[in-house]
Nanobody, 117 residues
Framework: QVQLVESGGGLVQAGGSLRLSCTAS????????MGWYRQAPGKQRELVAD???????NYANSVKGRFTISRDNAKNTVYLQMNSLKPEDTAVYYC???????????WGKGTLVTVSP
């Protein structure tokens, strides 16, 4: 059974930092592109950042220079370090795994990030 479990969300003031973690089980972690997506109230889910099995990273323009995605294959965990947070970063953040070989995709249940002005 595949599980992606996110943690690290919470309430923070604008300008603050949070680090999200997502630990995976039931997948061959090193073979997956791992991503963080977010969905704000009334908006569509959007890609925040992803990191390939080879370590190549990609970021949404809105978070470049503020967020950093990384992975630890030994711990089956992907991280999202979020600095200089803004109120518009408020959303539920979801972890995603995409198998590079078979294309299967999996989602976590999400963790809420709230940034106060």
């Amino acid at each position: 059974q595949v599980q992606l479990v996110e943690s690290g969300g919470g309430l923070v003031q604008a300008g603050g930092s949070l680090r999200l973690s997502c630990t995976a089980s039931g997948i061959i972690f090193r073979r997956n592109t791992m991503g963080w997506y977010r969905q704000a109230p009334g908006k569509q889910r959007e890609l925040v950042a992803d990191i390939t099995s080879g370590g190549i990273t990609n970021y949404a323009n809105s978070v470049k220079g503020r967020f950093t995605i990384s992975r630890d294959n030994a711990k089956n965990t992907v991280y999202l370090q979020m600095n200089s947070l803004k109120p518009e970063d408020t959303a539920v953040y979801y972890c995603n795994a995409a198998d590079d070989v078979y294309g299967a995709r999996y989602w976590g249940k999400g963790t809420l990030v709230t940034v106060s002005p």
